[in-house]
């Protein structure tokens, strides 16, 4: 039995775990939950866990009624520190969208739990001191993002001298046959289209512009310590297989399944066992074709714009991720082009001078002068308008 705190627990992936806990619940027990502004959602998810620790992280929303009446609720970032590292809970999900969940992620490898890791963008920004401190502390740091969680797979029990290369498979979003031209015009209801997967905004625009792609080939860099160069995108638009290793005998294997974050979010809890559960199996004579495509780099400079930053390290990643994170705030707002999103991520960058294997301070200040870098520069394009 593990009990876990999952952090973001309103969200997609949490909703996905409260539906992994419901299904294999002599083997996962939810200890801890925290949400940001869907109080609505969390009463729900209380309901459903009545001995969950709370924590609403939204400095301006008041606790419900209904919650403050049945156990304590935490409140803000000290809360959300303290859900994190609960002496009950053994793993900690972090499923917040963005950075918010990087604070809470070091403390609960300070008090020794497990990290389940499907924020990205804090391995993006910090994946060397975090997989550093999970190191020093023996903790395990177990990958939810669907490629990571199937390289992980395929990578169980290998010797890493035997892998030559890590290709991440991208469903290639709403727009993988669109023109150049017809990007200008893309709206965010468009963009809010994912062909195979049911996620969270700020996930979904990045998988329509690739920057998803982008950020998960520097979160794999991490998380398996292999250099950016062994480290391939290849676009599988039916999202089946979900990633895989080539060996050095050019070998491959792969990971499979439906695409439901249920699967990697119960292999990440259950691991190193396998459990049974009521997920569909995969039927082999349904599936019509899998089809595989080179990504069009010209078309979508996010790739290219990632692999730069991953290269180079230090205080860059950081920058990517947050000029990225204002950028897709701007275009959900009307307020910036779709392609105007990856025009803003390489004018920061270029305006960047990276500092190399950076401390967290150096991260956290590069990641602030990126946001208001870039909040600027929307700003001054739209003002010239
Ligand atoms: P959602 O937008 O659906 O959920 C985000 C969660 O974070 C919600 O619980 C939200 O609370 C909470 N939250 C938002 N802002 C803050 C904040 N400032 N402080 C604390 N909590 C906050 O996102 P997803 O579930 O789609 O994604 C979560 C993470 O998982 C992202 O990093 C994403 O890249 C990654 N991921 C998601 C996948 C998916 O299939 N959805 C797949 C792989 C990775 P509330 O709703 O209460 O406001
Ligand atoms: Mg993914």
Redesign the pocket.
Known sequence: MKNVVV????????QSAAKVALDIPQRMRIVGM??????A??EELAAQFPEAALCI??ATAPTPDALRCTRKVLRGEEG?LELATLPEADMVLI????I?GLRPALAAIEAGKDIAI????ILVMAGEIVMEAARRKGVHVLP???EHNAIFQCLEGRDPAHVRRLILTASGGPFRQATAESLESVTPAQALKHPT???????TI?SATLF?KGLEMIEARWLFNVEMRRIDVIVHPQSVVHSMVEFVDSSVLAQLSHSD?CFPIQYAVTWPERVTNTLPPLDFSQLARLEFEAPRRDIFPALDLARHAGETGGTLPAVLNAANEIAVAAFLEHRLSFPGIWKTVAAVLAAHRAVAHAPLDAIVEADQWARIHAAQRIQASHDMK
């Open positions: 952090l973001g627990a309103t969200g997609s992936i949490g925290s949400a940001h502004r869907n109080l959602k969390l992280t939204d959300l499923a917040i969208v963005g918010g499907a924020s990205k963008e939810v993002d669907s997967w049911n996620m969270g905004s700020k996930i990045d998803n974050m």
